[in-house]
T-cell receptor
Framework: GAVVSQHPSWVICKSGTSVKIECRSL??????MFWYRQFPKQSLMLMATSNEGSKATYEQGVEKDKFLINHASLTLSTLTVTSAHPEDSSFYIC???????????????FGPGTRLTVL | QKEVEQDPGPLSVPEGAIVSLNCTYSNSAFQYFMWYRQYSRKGPELLMYTYSSGNKEDGRFTAQVDKSSKYISLFIRDSQPSDSATYLC????????FGTGTRLLVSP
């Protein structure tokens, strides 16, 4: 099966600091990765789409200078929350879309999520 | 109008019941439809994936798509307490659009 990992699974930081979250596709290559955030009892909100080797595409209302995305390889994308504030506290989830093979090219597989708490 | 509408629930059923979860969508061009299961504080897990109209069965789960009415359903037979989770429907093209999720509670 398709496995996506995220690290760390949870993080607590002070206001004003930056936090980096890693997303890895473990057993497949992902040309596209997506970053979502989810508030309690709400659905996933797409923040940005990340393609390997190119700049991320951000959804309307998402500050690209605050949420830095780097898709350095076909198996790794990182999200850095810069100068985090308490309102950035949320559940951040990445997903990876396969680039072919035995899995559908249109199927996204999700990581386990990272819970960020900013004090 | 939201692209995908889903009743947030919660939906409470006794163990062994048949569960019906539903979503409606607005864009008739959507072809791919997914159901994800999300346990509390975990990432979504792909449960079912269907293309165009029709039914797809996998064990106790059946996904149904009716493109004429833009209606998608997930049926769970012989529901178990371990099925208690939030179920998210999703569709789209390059980007997935999710419903709000329906919280299902199966009591022993």
């Amino acid at each position: 099966g398709a496995v996506v990992s995220q690290h760390p699974s949870w993080v607590i930081c002070k206001s004003g600091t930056s936090v980096k979250i890693e997303c890895r596709s473990l057993d497949f290559q992902a040309t596209t990765m997506f970053w979502y955030r989810q508030f309690p009892k709400q659905s996933l909100m797409l923040m940005a789409t990340s393609n390997e080797g190119s700049k991320a595409t951000y959804e309307q209302g998402v500050e690209k200078d605050k949420f830095l995305i780097n898709h350095a390889s076909l198996t790794l994308s990182t999200l850095t929350v810069t100068s985090a504030h308490p309102e950035d506290s949320s559940f951040y989830i990445c997903s990876a879309r396969t680039s072919g093979g035995s899995l559908s090219t249109d199927t996204q597989y999700f990581g386990p999520g990272t819970r960020l708490t900013v004090l | 109008q939201k692209e995908v509408e889903q009743d947030p629930g919660p939906l409470s059923v006794p163990e062994g019941a048949i569960v019906s979860l539903n979503c409606t969508y607005s864009n008739s061009a959507f072809q791919y439809f997914m159901w994800y299961r999300q346990y509390s504080r975990k990432g979504p897990e792909l449960l079912m994936y269907t293309y165009s109209s029709g039914n797809k069965e996998d064990g106790r789960f059946t996904a149904q798509v009716d493109k004429s009415s833009k209606y998608i359903s997930l049926f769970i037979r012989d529901s178990q307490p371990s099925d208690s989770a939030t179920y998210l429907c999703a569709t789209g093209f390059q980007k997935l659009v999710f419903g709000t999720g329906t919280r299902l509670l199966v009591s022993p």
